[in-house]
Every structure is written in C-alpha cells, then in structure tokens.
T-cell receptor, first 112, second 114 residues
Framework: KQEVTQIPAALSVPEGENLVLNCSFTDSAIYNLQWFRQDPGKGLTSLLLIQSSQREQTSGRLNASLDKSSGRSTLYIAASQPGDSATYLCAATSYNNNDMRFGAGTRLTVKP | NAGVTQTPKFQVLKTGQSMTLQCAQDMNHEYMSWYRQDPGMGLRLIHYSVGAGITDQGEVPNGYNVSRSTTEDFPLRLLSAAPSQTSVYFC?????????????FGDGTRLSIL
C-alpha cells in the first residue's frame, strides 16, 4: 500500500525567501506525482504533474523534482510571496492501484 | 468555465439520516472521483468512475454508494449517516485516468453528522 508523507506539517518564512517542500512515498512504482495547492475553504488546484519518466517540471516560480529510486519529490518555490500562503499537497499515483494517495500537506505561511 | 460544481457547500445531518452529495462537471471528463479530507490525514479516495455506467471502490468505500448515469454527473449517497462520516468531501474529474492529466477539484461539501 502506497503511503505518502509530507514534512514539515507547517512552515513559516519571510517574504522573498526560496523554500523547499518535501514529499516522500513508499512505493517507487508510481505512474505520476502531482503537487496541489489548497486555499482555506477551497478545493485543490493542480500545480505540477511529473510523469514517471520525467525528473522535474517547472511552472513560473515553481519547480518540482522526482526521484523514484529514493521515493522523494520536492517542490521548490522561488522568491516566495504572501500570496503563496496555502496548504501544499502531493499525491502519488501507483501502477498497482487505480487511485492517487495524498500526503497530509504542508501549510505554508509567507510573512510580509 | 464552471469546471467541477459541488452542492451543497454545507450540510448538517442527524445520525441515521441519508443524503446525496451532488457533483457535476462540464468538461466532458471521463474520469470522476470522490474523496474525503479529514484533519491530518490528507485526502482518501471513496469511489471513482471511468465512464458512464462504470464505478469502482476506492480506499474507504463503506457507507457510501455512487452511480454514474451520465458523463456529467457523479452523485455520492450516504446511506445511513454516522458521526465518523463528518468530513469535507471533494469531487474531482479528469480526461483520462492513465493519461497523466491533472485532476480538477470542486470546492467541497462540508458535512457534519450529529
């Protein structure tokens, strides 16, 4: 059974800092790895999707990497802004299961 | 673009009552799914569908029923509500389950069972 872990559960940084969010998974036979953003009281918005054959994906100030052999993915946010404050979740889709397994998320606060 | 629409946004039920959570998408997505989100546990898959007339169970299906009569709609039914079903429920959809397409989520239904 795939298990996805995100550490830390919460992170607070000053505006302008570069930061890294971590995601680990136990089953390396994944189909893809997705990063989502969730604002309070809202649904999830897909940020980046990394296919199993890829090592990283970039969108604006966001860069996500994938290392299947070590069971890890990271989300790098450059030059953080207060508007980046949200909960960030990662989810792994396994070849053996027909569903995505989510981490519990990292709650990010960027202080002005 | 409406995307994925969930109704109601909030609901309070008494133990033993039944209800249906509605989910509709206007993107002609084949794949639709229901998740529940509990504090500290992330999202867990309840049921999913790969097309009209086809449904299957996810990680936590007990106490819930689904049906998929059209591409657009995927309602979730609570048969006899229990306090353990207090949660936030999200519906999601995507074009292809194995096509590496990102999933689109609704804004959720916040359900409290007393």
């Amino acid at each position: 059974k795939q298990e996805v872990t995100q550490i830390p559960a919460a992170l607070s940084v000053p505006e302008g800092e570069n930061l890294v969010l971590n995601c680990s998974f136990t089953d390396s036979a994944i189909y893809n790895l997705q990063w989502f953003r969730q604002d309070p009281g809202k649904g999830l918005t897909s940020l980046l999707l990394i296919q199993s054959s890829q090592r990283e994906q970039t969108s604006g100030r966001l860069n996500a990497s994938l290392d299947k052999s070590s069971g890890r993915s990271t989300l790098y946010i450059a030059a953080s802004q207060p508007g980046d404050s949200a909960t960030y979740l990662c989810a792994a889709t396994s070849y053996n299961n027909n569903d995505m397994r989510f981490g519990a998320g990292t709650r990010l606060t960027v202080k002005p | 673009n409406a995307g994925v629409t969930q109704t109601p946004k909030f609901q309070v039920l008494k133990t033993g009552q039944s209800m249906t959570l509605q989910c509709a998408q206007d993107m002609n997505h084949e794949y639709m799914s229901w998740y529940r989100q509990d504090p500290g546990m992330g999202l867990r898959l309840i049921h999913y569908s790969v097309g009209a007339g086809i449904t299957d169970q996810g990680e936590v299906p007990n106490g819930y029923n689904v049906s998929r009569s059209t591409t657009e709609d995927f309602p979730l039914r609570l048969l006899s509500a229990a306090p353990s079903q207090t949660s936030v429920y999200f519906c999601a959809s995507s074009h292809y389950r194995d096509g590496n397409q990102p999933q689109h989520f609704g804004d959720g239904t916040r359900l409290s069972i007393l």
